[in-house]
């Protein structure tokens, strides 16, 4: 099991939850418009859940039925940033919210 960072983090781009994780392996770069947390790296500690001010972060186990997505979209980012910042801006979209360009 892993945590994994949902749509909730989208536009958001805090750094609590980076600043508290032991394993840093929760990443964000500049073109990004959420985070995400390295599944090969997460050592299932929770700091990240309890530390993310928007409740994005879930364990991968118990993450909300819709929010299935975002388990690949964490994973996919560390080997496809392209493809995931794209489908990130999509989901975006379809929430309404507001991201610059």
Not at 49 to 60: D, K, L, Q, S
Not at 79 to 101: F, K, S
Request: charged content about 25%; overall charge negative.
């Amino acid at each position: 099991m892993t945590y994994v960072v949902t749509e909730s983090c989208i536009g958001v781009k805090g750094e609590a939850c980076m600043e508290v994780c032991p394993e840093h392996c929760i990443f964000s770069e500049a073109v990004d418009d959420m985070s995400f947390i390295d599944p090969a790296r997460c050592t299932n500690c929770g700091a990240c859940m309890a530390a993310c001010v928007v409740g994005a972060i879930y364990p991968e186990n118990s993450l909300p039925r819709d929010a299935a997505e975002f388990v690949n979209l964490n994973r996919d980012w560390f080997r496809h940033r392209t493809g995931v910042r794209q489908r990130v801006r999509e989901l975006a979209a379809e929430i309404g919210v507001w991201l610059p360009d």
